[in-house]
């Protein structure tokens, strides 16, 4: 497979994570206080260039629309069209060139904002930055920024390129976009170990990540392509776009039945020019007759129009297809690899247990949607009851600087840390005000979350004179800062540190919260809050495990995606723990966890067989998600990768289909991807996969009606050839033929609902060829039912008397009514065509059939038509033998499938 070569890195990659402040200061020539010299980096501007990614190369739009004709499929229609318009068939050639632009129309307009994965990635930079240089502070356009730049970060921006950090205050950034981690990472200044994960890196500030609380400062070691972000955008442009299995499929049946009908025309020339002695001109208009009742022309125009449908279906359920083939795709694959967080969860941190003096409470509801409640022992709680709980909830409120609100569009969002939006959604599943319950024990002060002390504690008074402290913290700092526990029993440090052991190995982060009354001083309560306030004498209230949570709808949906025989693998940037917790919750395989550390060890060939029994793998960097991508495919998987993040882009574009989130995804995942979900819900995929499968199983419907039919039409001419016949049927009457009943009955199998159990079945081997051992033998009994019939009415007429005309019309139309009736059985591969739905299932297949009868009318009794196709009016006799050699095809045709299901044979 063929790579696009990825730009240079403007500089070297190199561990600055695990060098010393003064090492990295040393090696980028620049001192903290003062900054480069702005003439040294004018010079470093030169020679490393601007801190941005290269602009994606957009193709114009001419070229993007010649590109739609560059499709297998559209090759064999644009034969068709050579071959109708050298007979002189206008209207059919014009029928086929019509598809043929509107496929290209179609997947212009799908593919309109292809290639944007680098694009989009650009967009992620930011666009300013505060430098030190010249021992003053200037605010610059962020592309200008060079390595050795000491840059200064605060809430809310945007790291603008790659630091090591030289200073940090209460410093918090949210790298879910590039790491996978849903809670923001607490930055210090120590140095790492050389082999941390991206994730671990305390000391390091990546470029595109977002500040959330505190400042800090660093000094710039990558720029551009060199920074993690700029790595991505590499792999994302160095992977190629697979074929899809459609695509492979179609275009090698293509190729054979090219060389089938070129091999069997030259046979049957050969054989009736030097053998039969035919007249030269009347044997090549035979072949020529062969060979337009053999292509089939229509199969193109219907597998573009029935993935059309498709695509506009998955629309219906919130799944938007970026190219047409990437439908079918979906119904084909056998491992789907998801990221975690905001695609199997909500990527909103969530309370999910409340440790309380002597009992533990679970609880319910996901995100910061404030719907849910309480638990015990599988009994529910009344919260505004329970005295204990309401004290923990009330210090979750008020020892908070979160809010949420409410939007009828995009519901619950949250401004603040998600931790703390966690807290506060508890509180309101507890019942609380916050409204009230600030007015009641209003906030005098407050010593905010930091680093070095790991709490936050809040001062609050009552009305009433009294004042109290609220505190919340790493469980071991607050546990240190307590004496008592609930209603003033001794606290037991020894039982707390297995309850958090236990939250910790379900992969939640804990919390503490605790209270204290502080004494009046001179009388008046106090006003300000030290942290010499914050002394051991604080109570205990409880310890609150959170999670990002996996989705309810992400549980059933994998559950599904298992009984259909698809493999669901999570790859997370998160902690191993964690990772298996949230496995376990959605019902994946967690015996063995692999880790990114692990798949950066292993050769291929050993990647290969663990990714292949591993469902999780956990702390991985989007090299290790691309190569887990690649070793899947290399064991004959096809992959579907998930993911909402920047993280996920070059594994989805690798991926034979890849799926982003659409609405908190990001732009290079959605760029990347070929399927968009509007909803952000893992559950949509199931539908989709579902939908894939309706659409092959159409397509291949399709194909069993086409075949068989065509290769009756050319069974027909074959036999007449060698068996020194008049030919039944002309070649302008097989392209009669094969026009209306492809616009009429083979249109109408577009439109057929799913097969029953569609989602109770393995997916197909990605190997199985397009036509199967069961296919080719339906096409082989179809074919040789339509040529006896057909061949029977012929000879019949001509034998009372018909002149050749008068029994190639009955010809045409015993061709005809045969394909009409086969129509209604190959709307079920081996089911009886006498089911409930006969009538109701595919209201276009009806309707299609009256057209088709009113077509075939025209072209027996309409003047016109009859001295296009030189037709003549048929008898009430000629009708009764073809109705009855109809029905008796029919039949013949159920008894098949009967014989099959006898059989065990359910699919084709």
């Known amino acids: 497979m063929a790579t696009r070569t990825p730009p240079q890195a403007a500089q070297p990659p190199s561990d600055w994570h695990a060098r010393s402040v003064e090492q990295t200061l040393q090696a980028q020539a620049v001192a903290s206080g003062t900054g480069l010299a702005l003439d040294e980096a004018a010079r470093r501007l030169a020679r490393h260039g601007a801190n941005r990614l290269p602009a994606a190369r957009r193709r114009p739009p001419w070229q993007r629309f010649l590109l739609q004709f560059h499709n297998p499929l559209i090759y064999v229609l644009l034969v068709a069209a050579a071959i109708t318009f050298g007979l002189d068939d206008l209207v059919d050639t014009g029928v086929i060139l019509g598809v043929v632009l509107i496929n290209a129309a179609i997947g212009f307009v799908q593919e309109g904002k292809a290639e944007k994965a680098l694009e989009a990635v650009s967009a992620m930079l930011a666009s300013r930055a505060t430098v030190l240089r010249d021992g003053a502070w200037h605010e610059i356009d962020a592309e200008a920024l060079v390595p050795g730049d000491i840059v200064q970060l605060e809430p809310g921006a945007r790291v603008p390129a790659d630091l090591r950090l030289v200073r940090t205050k209460n410093l918090r950034i949210d790298e879910a976009a590039l790491t996978g981690e849903s809670v923001a990472a607490d930055k210090a200044c120590d140095a790492v170990a050389a082999g941390a994960p991206l994730g671990d890196r305390r000391c390091m500030a990546y470029s595109g990540t977002v500040v959330g609380v505190g400042q800090g400062r660093g000094v710039v070691v990558a720029t551009g392509t060199a920074t993690e972000i700029g790595r991505i955008g590499t792999l994302v442009g160095g992977v190629q776009s697979l074929d899809t299995p459609l695509t492979r499929r179609l275009d090698q049946f293509a190729r054979r039945i090219t060389l089938f009908i070129v091999a069997v025309g030259l046979v049957t020339f050969l054989f009736g020019y030097l053998w039969r002695g035919m007249p030269l001109l009347e044997i090549f208009l035979a072949v020529v007759g062969l060979a337009v009742a053999a292509i089939p022309e229509g199969l193109p125009a219907i597998v573009t129009i029935v993935l059309a449908i498709g695509t ?118 507890a019942g609380l005000d916050p409204q009230g319950e600030a007015a009641a024990t209003p906030r005098v002060d407050e010593i905010p979350f930091e680093s070095e002390h790991r709490y936050m504690a809040t001062l609050h008074h009552d009305h009433d004179g009294g004042a109290f402290v609220l505190l919340k913290g790493a469980p071991e700092r607050v546990l240190a800062l307590c004496r008592h526990e609930g209603e003033g029993l001794p606290l037991d440090p020894a039982a707390w540190a297995a309850r958090m052991d236990d939250a910790a190995r379900a992969g939640q982060r804990v919390l503490a919260l605790a209270r204290c009354a502080l004494p009046p001083s001179d009388g008046a309560p106090p006003t300000a809050l030290s942290s010499a306030d914050i002394g051991p004498h604080f109570m205990l209230l409880g310890l609150v495990g959170l999670i990002d949570p996996p989705r309810e709808e992400a549980i059933a949906a994998v559950a599904e995606c298992q009984q259909a025989g698809l493999r669901v693998k999570m790859i997370t940037g998160d902690h191993a723990v964690t990772a298996a917790a949230i496995g376990a919750q959605l019902g994946l395989n967690t015996e063995q966890v692999l880790t990114g550390e692990t798949v950066q060890g292993l050769d291929d060939a050993a990647l290969r067989q663990r990714a292949r029994h591993c469902d999780v793998i956990a702390r991985a960097s989007p090299e290790h998600k691309l190569r887990l991508v690649q070793a899947l495919q290399a064991e004959g998987e096809l992959v579907a990768m998930t993911g909402d993040g920047v993280n996920d882009a070059p594994a989805q574009k690798m991926a034979d289909i890849g799926v982003a989130m659409g609405n908190k995804g990001t732009d290079a995942a959605r760029a990347a991807a070929d399927l968009v979900l509007t909803d952000d819900n893992f559950a949509t995929i199931a539908r989709a996969v579902r939908e894939g499968r309706v659409v092959f199983d159409n397509i291949k419907k399709s194909l069993l009606f086409i075949l068989p039919t065509n290769g009756g039409e050319a069974g027909v001419i074959l036999l007449a050839v060698f068996a020194g016949l008049t030919l039944p049927v002309t070649a302008g009457q097989v392209l009669w033929v094969n026009m209306v009943t492809a616009v009429t009955l083979a249109l109408a199998l577009a439109f057929e609902p799913a097969e029953a159990g569609v989602m109770r079945r393995p997916p197909r081997p990605p190997g199985e060829p397009l036509v199967t051992r069961v296919l080719a033998f339906r096409i082989a009994y179809v074919s040789g039912l339509m040529v006896a019939v057909t061949m029977t009415v012929f000879e019949w007429d001509l034998a009372r008397g018909s002149s050749v005309e008068h029994a190639r019309t009955a010809a045409v139309n015993m061709l005809v009514v045969g394909e009409l009736v086969y129509l209604f059985n190959v709307r079920h591969f081996t089911a009886s065509a006498f089911t409930r739905d006969i009538l109701t299932g595919n209201p276009v297949a009806l309707w299609m059939s009256v057209l088709l009868v009113g077509l075939q009318l025209a072209f027996t009794y309409a003047p016109p038509l009859q001295a296009l196709f030189q037709t003549t009016a048929l008898d009430g006799t000629a009708w009764a033998v073809i109705g009855v050699l109809g029905a008796l095809k029919f039949g013949a045709v159920e008894a098949e499938k009967a014989v099959l299901r006898r059989l065990g044979i359910t699919r084709m």
């Open 312 to 429: 506009r279906n998955m629309a219906r359920q919130r799944a938007i297809v970026r190219r047409l083939p990437a439908v079918e795709t979906l119904g084909s694959v056998t491992v789907i690899c998801s990221d975690k967080t905001g695609t199997l969860t909500k990527n909103e941190m969530t309370a999910v247990r409340v440790m309380l003096p002597g009992r533990t409470l679970d609880v319910s509801g996901a995100g910061y949607a404030p719907e849910g409640g309480f638990g015990h022992d599988g009994q529910p709680v009344d919260a505004e009851a329970d005295a204990a709980l309401q004290a923990l909830a009330r210090c979750a409120l008020l020892c908070n600087d979160a809010q949420l609100a409410h939007d009828e569009a995009a519901g619950w969002q949250l401004v603040g840390d998600p931790t703390e939006g966690a807290l506060l959604s508890l509180a309101h599943k």
